[in-house]
């Protein structure tokens, strides 16, 4: 008789490919892009590789040093106090070579260890959970330099890369979905975080979902047509954030409306590519202006568009499945104190590893936060 | 055949006996008194006395004089620019007086009009939506006084009332419910607000609920436990806010916590009575404590409690039901626009008017708001 | 031989008729004009006729309750705790007619003890301390009531006087000093404050002093010259001012630069009459721009100008005079612990009461404070 | 005959000695150190090379390019818009190898334009000043990776030197200085800074001028009677300031009061050294504890104290002297727009190139600064 997907894992991805894949990452970089932190959501670089190593050695090899751990834990309260989170750009040590050498000498540790087969089905299953872990701050490596560079006035390159030709237009068209009682969550025995558990039934009304997500055209059409400076488009709380921010456009967007920063520098924007750098405010503007709502996350999740162009907001707030259980100990932290305050996202972009983009995956982050690839997929209730 | 409750509402309940209402909520006070605005999120009794007023001027009278129309407009964009909310206790002008005499004046027009049988059955709609709007603002009136009389050392009375006996302890004890689809939101002829509606269907998995709300003496034992030094306990947020405030107790308990501060001033807690004054962190860190969760708003609504203690906070952020339409023009903004980042609660306390409990009524703050009369009551999964 | 102004200080002004004077100031007004707070920097009405009235309790009759002495502690560190100060407006109670009998009793016992002829000298000086003291409250009743009104849309009116006729134009020139060691500070018999002492020697070069403080004619073709958008008139400190706080016009000043708000209401501005309500930062600048400089204290005091129509900024920043001792115990916090960060103003304005006017008077500010009757006169060096 | 010195400035020194200096400080650095910012008061030190040779293009040169105009400029408003300040710490690009780069080809096209003989005296002052600026930031680039390195829990060691051997014990002795008319500011042909001069005439009361700075045990005696607890001894402002930002002991020292962070690491202090790393309100209050006071700038030019060991606040504003002109066009900006709300030092400190150390040197900070080498010495009246 098969064991239930919790207790027996599938093997792990390969340990080594995940480092290395990190590691890549940082090929474009000079020693100065590691260390600077340009606002308190994201973090350096070399924050990044150092933290995703202390996670492995804090829950697997259990040897963390004491000064390190301090520096490179993110958020477990139950493994104790913390450099403080706004302060991680002024670390110019450890330097870069240090944290790569503490990085080499964690995977080899953790190499030899899963070679040796000595480990409990559970600790291979804190391994898997490590790798996830190290792939999303795969995709917060990019989004974090995209924004550190967006600060400098020189607006450097991270990595040259030959324009796409245009997109072809692509008619948006609605598909219609019946709702009734449906099954959310992850099911099956490959990986997923704890916050897509447990599996469970919700009530859908009929409803209507986008063939694809807002293109940049049509959000550049929001703008002319006053969408920043009208409030009645806004939730309150997003109207309050517009007027307080300056907000006038996404994201990275030049002030001409054609141009927008990127990781290749500046480049012309696309008009039939998805739009993206959208807080959940602008998204849920828009869908207000283009007579429509968002999705919520089940009903996104019952559509199950494909992934992996933009990150699209959720109407929902980020809360627990009815039943979920945090594990124990500090990792139990992972996911579910967060919930609350944030919104849901679902899908995955470009900046995304393979393995997030899946149905069930739920990506959150606060409703003003821009910084990731977040855009929109317009839904509507059955006439 | 019956007409639609939306198109033929009940006749409006006494246009007198609210306004009147309304002042004698005022009896107590010194002139002084209606004029200061504690912090930002509570308003001058005064300035509830002017806005409850103006609303019927706008939107039903349509004759509001320009200046009046600016200071006491609270929130509709519609309606034009508005007096910052922040300023409101400077506003020493119009005197308590001048109020009093512009709300008689209102009031008088308001019964000549009812009394002539001119308004339409949409601007009788508006009326009575007017008179339940003046409930909501005489709960704000005294949780606004509380605050206001909590800031000054010397603790003046509202209002001297004898201390009731102490309560019989009553066990807590859980009661299940099958869950399944179940009909959630208002139905019926009566009133309700649009954030009631539209009667919609929802999934629920078993659950069980308390027989009754924490009491003050279980609150206590969290305190004693160290609840409020144990970020274990506390959503990410919860944790943050408790450290940046300096949190150590609900609102207006003493140092003792054998005391708080009530509108008749300092009185001995009553062990067996609902704990109140929480902010949804609180409520949820004190059942996460507890082995125990909140109840989610359709939970609630399923089981229907009575209401008339505290208001309880639900898991629930605020979002529009499957469906939801706000009215046009400037009424539209009255719920919708606030639907994000705040967390349902409901019930009602002893401050609310008889007519805002009922199994569907919404309730809404921020996840940090503590000067309402909020406290909790247990949930759980079913074994 | 004469006692020295020190040990044998001149009889005290009547005590009745300083009590009285500060009464009559609120006599236009509404109960509910007492309590508010406008800004940390400023206090109410109700908190000034306290204030003034506990310092005769706590420093002659040394009986002060202990709910009032931590009300109505300015910021005497000696005396205890104190209610923070941007609370102040807070204070619905006590209301105004019991502060009205408080301050009615502690006049009456102050009253009887003088005529008991029981007080040593030193409390005698105390007590003229105090009416110099309550006269300076008298000025901060008036400007704290101008910046509350101001606040008010309804631009309420305090009281209602014919306006002015047109002054004349006075030529602007100045008057040529020789400089040299001059002498500087008090002397005499009358009462003066601490930081008037010791009277001591300066040096001045030779220098220049205009003949009048600069008018609002002149100061308008300050603005229209563009002076508050070119940093090249200001200091560092000023400039950044001026860009936080979207300074473009004087204090109290309408947009059309001809009217300007006063306690009479909005009032046309004369262009002959001195230019008011401007911080250190502008006067500096004006002077910049003019091609002149703001006076020294010691040139100011040297030159005797008139006083009494507007406190003239200097450049002095306001320091204690060589050899001051201030004085023993909580009274000592009376002025030196202020001597920093503020500069000094000579002169007095038409709010001033007539026993504060006098060459060796220093008044001090923020160089940001705009709230007083500020503005200032030319001076230069000797060609 | 001889010029004036304002004409005809001596020789500029080394060009290349001073150039060379500012880099033999990078030696220990890593390349991760060079563009941290660890708050809005200090610079990266990559910034200060790279402003250090702007000032030679922008002034000298007059060909500077636009892009690294605006990020290099510090605070010069008549050249233009300037990166924001506290962003300096984003500049990742340009990197190190570029600024040095950029260093280079400055110093060789101004040595060939130096060894031309092509440049006016009006350059060839400016570039005096662009020498003597560049070494101002030479201790700027030690105090601000002092501060740096303090803010990393791995307290990094700039650079290893010997421990210095225990100092003996110096008595603390004060000389009577009689006052009068003095003279003050800078006299003769060598370089000054505008704000020494001109040279005018000051009048002195006696005074008394301590032999030596206060050390850091009889700063820790005043710790240890609770200096930092009792408001007697401070300025208000000080007082706020030790209370909002939780002051203890001098910036740097450790818990225990033995020892205090250097750029040599962790380091025992030595009771007999000078205390360093003092707000204007710690040296002020210390002086009051002692019965002392700090001495005016005056006092402190005329006694000709030896300097070099630490920078020592005065009790003198900065201000400008009688007759004070700064130069035309952008230059002007160099001092003249700082003069308020800073206080004056005397002295210089071991950071500071000798050059820098003269008796007319005014050196000025604000006056809760404290990541300068500042320290007191001790002023008295005379009895």
Redesign the interface.
């Known amino acids: 008789m098969p064991a239930s997907p919790r207790t027996m894992p599938a093997p792990p991805p390969s340990f080594g490919d995940v480092r290395a894949a990190t590691e890549a990452l940082c090929t474009p970089l000079?020693?100065?892009?590691?260390?600077?932190q340009?606002m308190a959501d994201a973090s350096p670089t070399?924050w990044h590789l150092a933290h995703t190593s202390w996670f492995f050695e804090e829950f697997v090899l259990r040897q963390a040093t004491p000064?390190w751990r301090?520096?490179f834990n993110s958020?477990y309260?139950?493994v104790g106090p913390r450099?403080e989170r706004p302060?991680r750009?002024?670390?110019?040590?450890?330097?870069?070579a240090e944290v790569m050498a503490y990085r080499h000498s964690i995977t080899a540790r953790m190499e030899a260890l899963l070679a040796s087969g000595r480990l409990s089905a559970l600790e291979l299953k804190i391994v898997t959970l490590g790798l996830h872990h190290e792939q999303q701050h795969q995709e917060l490596i990019l989004t974090d330099l995209l924004h550190?560079f967006s600060?400098?006035?020189?607006l450097?390159v991270y990595r040259e890369t030959p324009p796409a030709g245009p997109r072809p237009s692509t008619p948006l068209t609605f598909q219609a979905f019946p709702g009734g009682?449906v099954e959310i969550g992850h099911t099956g025995e490959s990986f997923c975080f704890d916050n897509e558990l447990p599996r469970?039934?919700?009530?859908l009304?009929p409803?209507r979902l986008a063939s694809r997500s807002v293109s940049n055209g049509e959000f550049r059409e929001f703008i002319r047509a006053g969408g920043y400076t009208q409030?009645?488009h806004?939730?309150?709380?997003?109207?309050n954030t517009v007027q307080h921010e300056g907000w006038h456009r996404p994201l990275y967007w030049r002030e001409s409306l054609q141009e927008a920063f990127t990781l290749a520098g500046v480049r012309e924007l696309d008009e039939h590519a998805p739009v993206a750098h959208l807080s959940?405010?602008e998204a849920?503007a828009f869908a207000r202006w283009a007579g429509a709502r968002l999705p919520t996350e089940f009903e996104w999740e019952t559509a199950r568009p494909p992934g992996g162009e933009v990150w699209e907001w959720t109407?929902?707030?980020y809360?627990?499945y009815?039943?979920f259980r945090p594990a124990g100990g500090a990792l139990g932290e992972y996911n579910g104190?967060?919930?609350?305050?944030q919104f849901v996202l679902r899908g995955g972009s470009a900046f995304t590893p393979a393995g997030h983009i899946r149905p069930t995956y739920r990506n959150f982050f606060y409703?003003a936060a821009r910084w990731q690839v977040s855009g929109l997929r317009l839904a509507g209730?059955q006439a």
Chains 1, 2, 3, 4 share one sequence.
Request: aromatic letters at 16%; one cysteine or more; hydrophobic letters at 40%.
């Open positions: 000079e020693i100065e892009d590691y260390s600077a340009s070399k000064a301090f520096l958020y309260e139950a450099h302060q750009g002024l670390l110019t040590r450890p330097t870069v550190l600060c400098n006035p020189l450097p009682v469970h039934r919700v009530y009304q409803f409030p009645a806004w939730l309150s709380d997003g109207w959940f405010y849920d109407s929902s707030a809360a627990p009815p039943g104190k967060f919930m609350a305050n409703p209730d």
